[in-house]
Structures are given as C-alpha cells and as structure tokens.
C-alpha cells in the first residue's frame, strides 16, 4: 500500500506541476506549496525492542544496585535468628518474647510489602526502591543503639517495612531485561539474597562468636548488618526509572531517552531498526483487539480502558503467529475479546527476519508522528471526550485496576495462596535450620556458647540456597514458571519427610549426620520455590499495577511468615517428628496448589524457554 501511496503522489505531484506551468505565472504564484508531513514515527513492540537493544553493561550495573538491595535484606533478616539467641540470655526473653521480636520484623514486611506497591506504580519504580533502601538503612542504624526491648521492636518493625518493599527494585530491573534473558538474570538478582545469608552467617561468627566486644555484641552484629543499606542509600540519585513504567505513564519522550541510554552503554545502537527521535514504544499488555479482528493499541496506551481484555503477545497461539509471518495478514480476533470504538486500528508487520510482530502501522499502511497522535490527545482532552490518558492515569496502582477483572482476581487469590504457604514453610525452615543443626551448648547471661565448628556448619547451611538457585535456574529455562514451582516444593517436602523418619533412628551420631545433610537439601529446595513463585509473580501482572500485584501477593507471604515464629519456637521445640511433619504437611499443599497457578500463556512479560 506505502508503494501504491507513493506512486499515486509522484503521478499526481507531476500533474499538478505540469497543469501549473501551462496556466501560466499568476496560477503557480496562487498555489502555495502544502506543509511538510511530520516524519512518521515506527510504532515498537516494547519487548522487541529490549531484545533489540540487548543485555549488557548497563544492565550488569543496574543489577548491582538491584542485587545489592536483596543482599542487604537478606542480612537484616536473617539476623532475627541470631539476634532472638543473643537476646535469650543477656535480656532474659523468654519463647514468647523470641517470637515477638521476629513477628515484629516479618509484620513490617506485609506492612512494607503493600506500601511500597502503591508508591512505584503511582510514583515511578526509583521511588519506591528509595522508600524500600532508605527505611532499611536508617532503622537498621537505629536499632543497634536500642535501649529496650519495646524500642527495638518498634525499629525492627521499620526495618521490616523497608525489607518488604523489595518487590519495588525486583520490577525495576525486570522491565529492563530482555524476555530470553529475563529467566536466567532474575536467578541472578536473586542470588545476592543468598549470598547475602552466607555473608550474615560469617558476620555473626566474627561478631558473636568471638564475643571480642562483650555484652553489646548483637550491636555489633546489627550496626555491621545495616552497612549494606547504607552504601545503597548513597547511590539512590544515579538509579534510573523504568522505561515500561515511563511508557505507561504516557512519557514517551523520557522512555525513549532512557532506551536510547541503554543502547548506547551496551553498544547497539547501530543495530536497533528504528530512529529514537520519532519512535513510539507500545507495551506488549497494552495490546489489544479491535474490530474486525485486527489489532488495537488505546490511545490512551495501557489500561487506557476498561472494557479491552489485555492480550499478551505470547497468547495468540501458534496459528496467528504463522499467519502474520507468512503473508502479514490480520489474526483472526480472539474468543471473548471486546471491542471498543476508540480503539486505534493497526496492522502488524513483521521484523526482517520475519520473527513475528516488531512494528504496528494503520490499515491503510500510513503511520502517525508522533507530534500528531500526542496533538490528537490534547484534543481530546480538550474537548473532554475520550479521556482515556486521564482515565488511566487515575486508574494506574489503583486495587480497584488490579483486581477489577474477575480472571485476574482469581489469579491474584491463587498467588497470594501460594506465597503464603511459601513462607510459612521457608522461614520455618530458616529459622530452626541453625537449632538443627548447630544447637548450642548452654546459654548464659553473656549469651549462648556454640560448640567448636558450630559457626561453620551455619554458614555451610545458609550456603544451600546457592544450589538451590541453580535448581531454580534449570527448571525455569526449560519448564513452566508453575512446574519448575511444583517440583521444587516436592522436592522440600521428601527432604523433610526424611528427617521425619530419621527421627525414630537410634545411632545419633548418623542421624547427626543425616539431619545436616536433610536440612541442606531442603533449604536448598524452599529457595528454588521462593524464587520460582517470585519470578512467575514478577511476570504475571501487567506494567500498571505490576508493582502493587507483587506487593499484595507477597503481602500474604509475610501473613505465612507470622506461622513460621510459632513452628520454630514452639512446635519444633517440643518434637521435631512434629516439626518435621508440619513442614511435610505445607510442602503438600504447595505441590497442590501449583497446578492452578497461571501458565505461562498467560504472563504479561513474554517467557522464552530454551
């Protein structure tokens, strides 16, 4: 059609020019030559062009940020476990106490969780990293210099909010990352939380194992533990703001210029199909269909309405995708689609290699600048008809965006489901792993004594997750989001009925033996289902409300993790035969409850297996 278009304007440009000069001087003075057309802006698949553009050093950088925020959460919680032996003895807390002192910690985390949700998908992702570092750096300082047990509940409560709000750096590295890498580096991302664990169980040996400062060691421990914050806090005004949440915003200037950014630290300029200058990116969950069965892009962009189904491009099916490859004609529409009048009709086109839609253009061939479509905005926003980039806006972070559609609700109560039963038996697992263990000795007012090699064997335990994220890594790169959950609480719950069984043998030192490597293997596995559920939920929602979705979801982990006190302190405490099948028991209902997460047809983000 651009061919037909352009001979038809060559074949009438020469009429015209020709009719001009045989009417003489006085007629071509008349004519006045028409206003140049605004160059005509590609419309971009946003996913497309973070492949486009790649993996490289400015996401490695930006991982480092990112990561550093799951390390130093990693070591404030995991100083609850040390902190509650220490305080057993110099304080004189008693179980109740203990399960106080982490309850506190764990409820700021759902607190943090909801909180920092609200801020990035209102505010930008960079806001609610801050909101999450600065919380964790200043009451991490804070309790350190705590004078009473009421004062350092009240601390560790904001040092759980700022823990909490980890899903806010999580979404701001993942909108980053190319769909084929996005699986293997968000491993990656969390790898620091394990890592951070291990550095925690090395810290709490230099500084409580040695008791070189007396009395006020836990202070000690705290004060170095909140370091990691500190450092990020530093670092806050070079954090970027995510492209996909500009774009969403309808900040297709600042989206562009961030883009063009990271093309140009990794080096693929050259490479990219399209000028920045007059690009437009369309974010593949703003995708929709029209009438006539083609696609539709809102005006307003994402959730610019709510009566358009959100349609992932991983969710046309094979024969769609084989009809626009081959011949670039128009998919047929998808069962249960609606159809709203203002939505843009578009035609897909496909990349040079034929990989599938890459750029949307008009039925008729033609493209809008983008000074035009942002012109036909401001006219509507005039006139007052079709606000739908006001209508969005309002609506963006909204609970009432998130849980409108009744599909996603129930997705939603599904995940939310599922990381409750998550956290209820991971943090059973971390929080009696160093009394299985390496319990210890006897306690006394200067704390507890740990038998020679307790220390090592602690941090060799906090060292499982590594394998376990390898675990994570494999199964997601090959198997669905909700398998690769499944498996890997399967896997926890064998290793756990096995210390059951273990219990009832007689030979202590191979049931010693036993028990430590039982204990690895299933905190090595509760992190490979943490991180699985962690990543299909990062996935899962849409741009807009991607941020809350995790915050609420994870929110109900930390409900989960209130449980976890109580197995600890109390269940484990009287009977690990009970413990252990407690454990048994959470790690059964997670195996049932995978099957009914969302497949991976239905992510937001695309997923690519190899």
Not at 69 to 90: H, N, P, S, V
Not at 205 to 218: E, P, V, Y
Not at 506 to 519: H, P, T
């Amino acid at each position: 059609p651009r061919s037909r278009r352009t001979a038809t304007a060559s074949s009438s440009s020469s009429s015209s020019s020709s009719s001009a000069s045989s009417s003489g001087p006085s007629r071509s003075q008349e004519t006045a030559a028409p206003p140049p057309r605004p160059a005509a802006a590609r419309r971009v698949i946003f996913s497309r062009a973070v492949e486009a553009i790649g993996y490289g050093r400015y996401q490695r950088v930006l991982l480092a940020f990112a990561g550093a925020t799951q390390l130093a959460d990693a070591m404030e919680l995991l100083t609850i476990a040390f902190l509650a032996r220490e305080l057993k003895g110099q304080w004189g807390l008693s179980k109740s106490g203990c399960a106080a002192l982490e309850l506190s910690v764990l409820t700021g985390m759902g607190v943090g969780a909801v909180s920092c949700g609200l801020i990035s998908d209102r505010c930008g992702r960079k806001a609610g990293s801050g909101f999450a570092v600065v919380l964790t750096a200043v009451f991490g300082l804070m309790s350190s210099l705590a004078s009473s047990f009421s004062m350092l509940l009240a601390l560790r409560f904001f040092v759980g909010v700022g823990v909490g709000s980890a899903p806010a750096p999580l979404g701001l590295y993942a909108e980053f990352l190319p769909p084929r890498e996005r699986g293997r580096e968000l491993v990656t991302f969390f790898t620091f939380f394990s890592v951070g664990a291990v550095l925690e169980a090395f810290i709490a040996w230099a500084t409580l194992g040695t008791r070189s400062s007396g009395d006020d060691s836990w202070r000690d421990l705290l004060l170095v533990s909140a370091m990691p914050s500190v450092a990020l806090a530093i670092c806050l005004p070079f954090v970027p703001e995510s492209p996909r949440y500009l774009i969403a915003s309808g900040k297709q200037r600042e989206a562009c210029e961030a883009l063009r950014r990271v093309a140009r630290v990794n080096g693929t300029v050259q490479r990219v199909p399209w000028d920045f200058d007059t690009v437009v990116f369309v974010l593949d969950d703003a995708i929709r269909i029209g009438q006539g069965g083609g696609l539709a892009v809102s005006a307003g962009g994402e959730e610019a309405t709510g009566e358009l189904e959100q349609q992932s491009l991983s969710s046309w099916g094979d024969e769609q995708a084989a009809l626009i490859a081959n011949n670039g004609t128009q998919p047929r529409p998808l069962d249960g689609a609606h159809h709203h009048p203002q939505s843009r009709m578009l035609r897909p086109l496909v990349d040079q290699d034929g990989n599938g839609p890459l750029l949307d253009a008009h039925d008729d061939g033609s493209v809008p600048s983008r000074d035009e479509e942002e012109n036909e905005e401001d006219g509507k926003h005039r006139s007052g008809s079709g606000n739908v980039s006001g209508w969005a806006e309002r609506r963006r972070g909204t609970l009432g965006l998130l849980l409108g559609d009744p599909k996603r609700l129930r997705a939603t109560a599904m995940i939310g489901t599922m990381f409750f039963i998550m956290a209820a038996l991971y943090y059973s697992i971390v929080l009696v792993s160093n009394e299985l263990v390496a319990p210890p000795e006897s306690s006394s007012d200067e704390g507890p004594k740990y038998p020679p090699g307790a220390f090592l064997e602690i941090v060799a335990t906090n060292a499982a997750e590594l394998p376990g994220l390898a675990l994570a890594w494999y199964m997601l790169s090959r198997l669905e989001r909700r398998r690769s959950v499944m498996i890997a609480f399967g896997l926890c719950g064998a290793c756990m009925a096995c210390l059951l069984v273990l219990t009832s043998i007689g030979f202590k030192a191979l049931a010693e033996l036993w028990r430590s490597v039982l204990v690895f293997g299933a905190r090595g596995a509760a992190q490979a289902f943490n991180v699985s559920l962690w990543i299909l939920t990062t996935e899962y929602f849409p741009t807009s409300v991607r941020v809350l979705g995790i915050g609420i979801t994870t929110a109900c982990a930390r409900l989960g993790s209130i449980l976890s006190p109580l197995v600890a302190e109390f269940v484990f405490a009287s009977s690990t035969s009970l413990g252990a099948a407690t454990c048994v028991a959470f790690a059964s209902l997670g195996v049932l409850g995978s099957a009914f997460l969302p497949p991976d047809t239905e992510l937001a983000l695309n997923v690519a297996h190899n």
